[in-house]
């Protein structure tokens, strides 16, 4: 599987980005994707994740109620729609496949793709 990223941007505290990510090649196999971060300096972070079947969706705590992550299997894209973004959230992001429902992205059949810079100023 491959994912290609897009989306991200320069923008000021309290303005919305989506971010793409498309999927290509074995996608049947996928169970989850996600959405992770990195800011400078840190570790890369868990964002949101959703089935590619069925409708559970998971949030992290920093970002629910603010972010939105929905799929379109038609297209093979996953979206992170990004509201009331703050200068914390400025990181670059990464959206990973998983073939396993519960694997949570740590284990090393983990597709990721590139990541797509997110800035925001204050």
């Known amino acids: 599987v491959q994912l290609q990223a897009s989306g991200g941007g320069l923008v000021q505290a309290g303005a919305s980005l989506r971010l793409s990510c498309a999927a290509s090649g074995r996608t049947s196999g996928v169970a989850m994707f996600g959405w992770f971060r990195q800011a400078a300096g840190k570790e890369r972070a868990f964002v949101a994740s959703?089935?590619?079947?069925?409708?559970?969706?998971y949030y992290a705590d920093s970002v629910r109620g603010r972010f939105t992550i929905s799929r379109n299997n038609a297209k093979d894209t996953v979206y992170l729609q990004m509201n009331s973004l703050k200068p914390e959230d400025t990181a670059v992001y990464y959206c990973?496949?998983?073939?396993?429902?519960?694997?949570?992205?740590?284990?090393?059949?983990?597709?990721w793709g590139q990541g797509t810079l997110v800035t925001v100023s204050s």
């Open positions: 990973a496949a998983d073939p396993k429902l519960y694997g949570d992205f740590k284990h090393e059949d983990t597709y």
């Open positions: 959703i089935r590619w079947r069925g409708s559970p969706t």
